[in-house]
């Protein structure tokens, strides 16, 4: 288990110290409104490839057989293509400004909607390699194209810079993954969809509170504040989360394959699940430390003096993101004992939560008290996860 973490871990790694020794170079050439802007961008493509998909891709995750994996790509295929469709009729209707926003939204959201089919494909191949490489990709095509707009007065550079860098990727695990889609018939669709229509109803709302809760303390907080410190929030929020979702993404693909692997046998995972933990919870800790005795003195070497009110941001959230290495990838446990709808509630706390510490560190007239607040609150929420799923791993179904 620790091999294929550490083979998907490795590429993850080099694109995260890509990433940060990028930040504080695009962080030069544009200021935090952009960055505010960009944060916008960001929250939709959060949510909206999931729509696109209708989370078939954590269905996928279960190892179906082929004529079932196939009408699940396929339904996802065409759902994804028509409401690009219809953001593309809709956009016509709003100001030229308006219109490129909902389209770059609308179509990094499709291509992301696919690749993450792909990258579930290449996951049940255990083709770890693949999903290294496209970590790596990205952050270099995205420095690349923004490098190249800087001096030409794009409209959304971040945005799309985004949107390209994701096409590029994209094409790499197409190619690599080397699936191919047979056609289905029609009348089988259905079919499927009732079989896995749990995920529609419940994992579907489920994982778009949870990826749009994550985002939008930076959409509000330049709702209830404003863009410097929404783009502000936004870097923090960057700077911890990119590192955080390499180690989540290469744990979480290899435990859920382990996990399902030993739920088919034994119908518990507890050894799988226990390994994972211990594993996340040392992970947890070297990064905390890593950051209280490194991480201020690094972040005032590499970025300006307009974006250092960032890190008494990064200094609230560290513990909060510690919380979630541990629980995020432990949190499939919910998909293997079909807990979806419970999962649902879970995110509705979550992003309640959020809402609520946002408000009160508005009505308070303070943005770093509504930064702690949010830390405060979705910390307990990843607490709960965590010690859930350990619970449904040893077989504890309520």
């Given at each position: ?10 590429g993850g790694?080099l ?5 940060f020794?990028?930040f ?5 050439w ?6 505010g ?11 909206m490839p999931?729509?696109?998909t ?12 082929e004529?079932?994996k196939?009408?699940?790509?396929l ?20 100001s030229?400004k308006?219109?490129?926003?909902i ?8 291509l992301?909607?696919?690749?993450n ?7 049940l191949?255990e083709?770890?390699?693949v ?5 790596i990709l990205?952050?270099i ?16 550079p ?9 096409m590029?990727?994209l094409?790499?695990i ?5 699936y191919k ?6 009348t ?10 749990n995920?529609v ?6 994982g ?7 985002l939008?303390p930076?959409?509000?907080?330049g ?6 410190s929404?783009?502000?929030y936004?870097?923090a929020?960057?700077?911890i989360l990119?590192?955080?979702g390499t180690l989540?993404?290469?744990v979480g ?9 030993e739920?088919k ?7 799988s ?7 996340l ?5 070297m ?7 490194m ?12 974006w ?13 993101f ?6 995020s990838?432990l949190s499939?446990?919910f998909?293997i ?15 309640v939560?959020s809402?609520l510490?946002i408000?009160i560190?508005y009505?308070?007239g303070?943005f ?9 609150s979705?910390g307990l929420?990843?607490?709960i996860?965590?010690v ?11």
């Open positions: 288990m620790l091999k294929n973490v550490l083979k998907v871990l490795s790694v694109a995260q110290a890509l990433n020794f990028s504080p170079i695009i962080a030069s544009y200021g935090p409104a952009t960055f802007d960009y944060a916008i961008f960001a929250f939709f493509i959060a949510f999931m729509l696109m209708l989370r078939m891709e954590m269905a996928l995750m279960q190892d179906p057989d004529s079932e196939n009408s699940l790509i339904l996802s295929l065409i759902n994804s293509v028509s409401i690009f469709i219809l953001g593309l009729l809709a956009s016509q209707f709003f030229e308006i219109k490129i926003e389209i770059l939204v609308t179509f990094t959201s499709l992301i909607a696919i690749q089919m792909a990258i579930s494909i290449a996951n191949k083709r770890y390699w999903i290294a490489i496209s970590r990205f952050p095509f995205f420095l690349l194209i923004i490098w190249l707009a800087k001096d030409h007065s794009v409209l959304f971040l945005a799309t810079s985004h949107m390209l860098s994701t590029f990727v094409g790499f197409l190619k690599a993954s080397e889609v047979k056609l289905t018939s029609l089988q669709m259905p079919v499927v969809l009732k079989k896995y229509e995920y109803k419940f994992d579907l709302p489920s778009a509170l949870n990826a749009s809760a994550l939008l930076a959409y509000l907080i709702m209830f504040f404003d863009e410097k929404s783009g502000l936004f870097l929020f960057k700077l990119s590192p955080l989540t993404m290469a693909y290899v435990y859920r394959r382990e996990a399902v692997k739920y046998e034994n119908k518990v995972f507890f050894k699940t226990q390994k994972m933990f211990l594993f919870f040392l992970l947890a800790v990064m905390l430390l890593a950051y209280y005795f991480g201020p003195t690094v972040f005032g070497i590499f970025f300006k003096e307009d250092l009110a960032a890190l008494p941001i990064i200094s609230v959230l560290m513990p909060m510690a919380l979630k290495l541990v629980a990838p499939f446990s998909y004992v079909d807990k979806l709808k419970l999962d649902l509630y879970g995110q509705l706390l979550f992003i939560s809402v510490a408000y560190g009505l308070l303070d770093i008290k509504a930064v702690y607040f949010i830390a405060i979705s929420v990843y607490l996860y965590a859930m799923s350990i619970q449904f791993s040893k077989g504890k179904v309520a």
